[in-house]
Every structure is written in structure tokens, then in C-alpha cells.
């Protein structure tokens, strides 16, 4: 065979992959609504199948359960607010945390559904649910501790303060894309001031981790 015959034949494998791959990706953007306004529990693969408008064998085909469903989702949409996150690299330190802030809460905004699934949808004492969840919190945790400190691997006080931080940012951005009182150029200043906050409390701690000046009060 030659290669002008071998490219015949793998042209139609190719094109069925890419269906294959978008159908996927149609079902999981199908599914981040579904679970974000009802929990795990209370949607069933028929509730699935039926919403989805698609027969439930294919849902199986694809993710084998409906937790292997519930998985694939919080994955993906894990995926895309890690990757917005972690925006601006290139940019000096105190820009990268603000930036870091700005695209959480884009994603946020734009992404409520997924942000949800993310943050409080599904199963939440599910080991491998959670593993992914703390997975995406160290990452965004890393991110930070890099722009305000310059490395991502922090000791003990500053990832606690880091961490503890987080959580009350994902509490309040929950708030804020429910009650959408407040334009998301505030939020991002409040979260940074909060941040600010943090980081004087681990300076005044450990002095060897010490805040960014842009985080110190004004004399």
C-alpha cells in the first residue's frame, strides 16, 4: 500500500475520532448544567439520557457510569479554570496575583455552571471528587504563592493562610455569581485586599515570607 492509499483509509478513522471527541465534549457540556442545578443523587442515567436527549447507551458508551459521567465533567471544567487562572505568567509578580484573581472570576462569571460543579455540585464525600477539587485548589494556590513570593512550593504557614484564603474567595464568588450585586472590578479588588491581609499575617508570623509591597499598609 502506498502512502497515497494509506491516507484514504486513515482519513475516515480520523474524521470518526473527531466526531467521537466533539459528541463527548457536547455531552459534558450537557452534563455541567444538568449537575450544577440538580445534586448527583437526585439525576438518574434515564434523567440523564432524557435531558440530554440522547439514549442512555451512549451516555454508558462513552463514560461507562454515571459516576465516570459525573468525573469527566468536574475534570473538564477543573481543566479550563486552572488554565484561566494561571493566565499571565509572563507579568511581574503583583500583576500575575491580580490577573490570577481576574481570570478565577471570569471564569466564574462566564462559566457559572461549571464553576458550581467545580465548587459544590455532585459528590461531595466522594474520595476521587474531592481529590480532584484539592487538586485544582493546590494548583491555584501554587499560582499565587508565585506571584507573591516568587516560588510555588511554600512552607506550612503561608500554604494554610494561601489555602485558607481560597476557600473564603470560592464562598464569596459562589455569592457573587447568585447575587451579582457588585461589578467584578470590585470583587477582584476585595479578594485582593483580602489577600493582602493574609499574607501581613504570615509576614508578622514568619518574617522570612514577607508580603509583597503592594500588600503592606499604607503608612
Known amino acids: 500500500m502506498n502512502n497515497s492509499q494509506q491516507r484514504e483509509v486513515d482519513r475516515p478513522r480520523a474524521r470518526g475520532t473527531d466526531r467521537s471527541l466533539a459528541r463527548r465534549a457536547e455531552l459534558i457540556a450537557i452534563g455541567r448544567k444538568l449537575f450544577a442545578d440538580t445534586s448527583y443523587d437526585a439525576l438518574s442515567m434515564d434523567d440523564i439520557a432524557r435531558q440530554a436527549h440522547v439514549a442512555k447507551g451512549l451516555i454508558y458508551y462513552y463514560f461507562k457510569s454515571k459516576r465516570g459521567y459525573y468525573l469527566a465533567i468536574v475534570e473538564d471544567s477543573v481543566a479550563d479554570l486552572v488554565s484561566r487562572a494561571a493566565d499571565g505568567l509572563e507579568l511581574p509578580g503583583v500583576e500575575r496575583v491580580q490577573r490570577t484573581i481576574d481570570g478565577y472570576l471570569r471564569y466564574a462569571e462566564h462559566n457559572q455552571a461549571a464553576y458550581r460543579t467545580i465548587i459544590a455540585g455532585g459528590v461531595g464525600f466522594d474520595a476521587e471528587v474531592q481529590a ?61 485586599k483580602m489577600l493582602g491581609g493574609a499574607m501581613r499575617a504570615v509576614e508578622e508570623l514568619d518574617p522570612s515570607y514577607a508580603a509583597p509591597p503592594d500588600a503592606r499598609r499604607d503608612d
Not at 493562610?161 to 464562598?171: I, P, T
Open 132 to 192: 480532584i477539587r484539592e487538586g485544582v485548589r493546590e494548583a491555584i494556590v501554587a499560582t499565587i504563592a508565585e506571584g507573591a513570593y516568587g516560588k510555588g512550593k511554600v512552607g506550612p504557614l503561608p500554604r494554610v493562610a494561601l489555602l485558607g484564603w481560597l476557600h473564603g474567595v470560592e464562598g464569596a464568588t459562589l455569592d457573587w455569581i447568585d447575587h451579582p450585586v457588585l461589578p467584578r472590578d470590585t470583587m477582584r479588588e476585595l479578594l485582593v
